[in-house]
């Protein structure tokens, strides 16, 4: 797929989209924070087919593969299929994020001192979940090797800064956010810039959060999952069955796409986890935003 050119008004992380209906073009003036238009749903799936795939993902020899993994296989494969949910909207504009970049925060060690980190990875939308595993396996070990990533070093360079001048110096960091002014430097670190954010509740032993969305940056997207748990189900000849769930939860910008669009990808998602070894394979075609 050869690159697109760059043309006025495109960010540095994605191209201006000059075909949308006019209803799409005055939402985000209508709802001008992220905060007006989050819509919030919760759904479950059944871990069965999952639980399988993962077991014999390490049978293969990825190790560490889990959960997480599939998860985030399948939502890169949602967006192979439908790009408009890899959309995000700045300085009132509606975008086409160049990449799949996914954020996720991290603790170096599950205790209560231990401080947070964030990983960003980028994804290509033809990546398997093997692939998937690779990326994400190298960005985490990479994230615990380091005393300081990329991110902590920003962030400690902004701390140091007066608590006045520091006020400022958001705001202008905003203010060159919304024209599309931040240097790649900053976008490549921030955790506030990206196509999803991803946290696990599972590692907590607690049911899925509804992740509020930032209004700096442009994550149009929080999924949160839990851990897994049972419910006792009839079969059809009236038996009682005890199958394994896992809850999980979106926060979205509903300005990014309409919300029968957003469903047709959720109900993708939902297929590639009931069968999951669709994800060994690349897809068939991946599909492209319009312009």
């Known amino acids: 797929m050869a690159a697109r050119k760059r043309r006025f008004g495109d960010r540095k992380d994605g191209r201006k989209l000059r075909s949308l209906a006019p209803y799409e073009t005055i939402s985000p003036y209508i709802m001008v924070s992220r905060n007006d238009c989050q ?6 799936f059944d871990t069965t087919a999952v639980d ?57 060690k599950l205790t209560e001192d231990s401080v947070d980190t964030v990983i960003k990875i980028t994804f ?13 396996e190298d960005a985490l070990q990479k994230a615990f090797a380091d ?13 140091y800064i007066p608590g006045l001048v520091k006020k400022f110096a958001f705001w202008l960091l905003k203010t060159l956010d919304y024209f599309g002014l931040l240097p790649m430097s ?5 955790p506030f810039h990206g196509s999803m954010f991803i946290t696990s509740m599972g590692s907590l032993g607690i049911p899925p959060i ?18 897994k748990r049972y419910e006792n189900q009839l079969d059809d000849g009236g038996k009682v069955l005890k199958k394994k769930y896992i809850d999980y939860t979106f926060v979205t910008d509903e300005r990014i796409c309409d919300g029968f669009y957003f469903a047709s990808g959720l109900k993708l998602f939902r297929a590639y986890l009931g069968r999951p070894s669709v994800l060994d394979f690349p897809p068939a075609a991946v599909v492209e935003d319009i312009e």
């Open 39 to 44: 819509n919030y749903l919760r759904d479950k």
């Open 52 to 108: 399988a795939y993962v077991l014999q993902k390490r049978a293969e020899g990825l190790t560490g593969f889990g959960i997480m993994h599939v998860l985030l296989a399948a939502y890169i494969r949602m967006i192979s299929q439908r790009p408009r949910i890899n959309r995000f909207i700045s300085g009132q504009k509606i975008f086409s994020r160049n990449a799949i970049v996914i954020n996720m925060a991290v603790k170096k």
């Open 124 to 136: 290509d939308p033809a990546d398997t979940a093997a692939l998937v595993y690779k990326r994400f």
């Open 147 to 159: 005393t300081e990533n990329d991110f902590d070093g920003t962030a400690r360079v902004l701390d």
């Open 186 to 190: 900053l976008l490549s670190v921030s």
């Open 210 to 227: 509804y992740h509020h969305l930032y209004s700096f940056g442009n994550v149009p997207v929080f999924l949160a999952f839990g851990a």
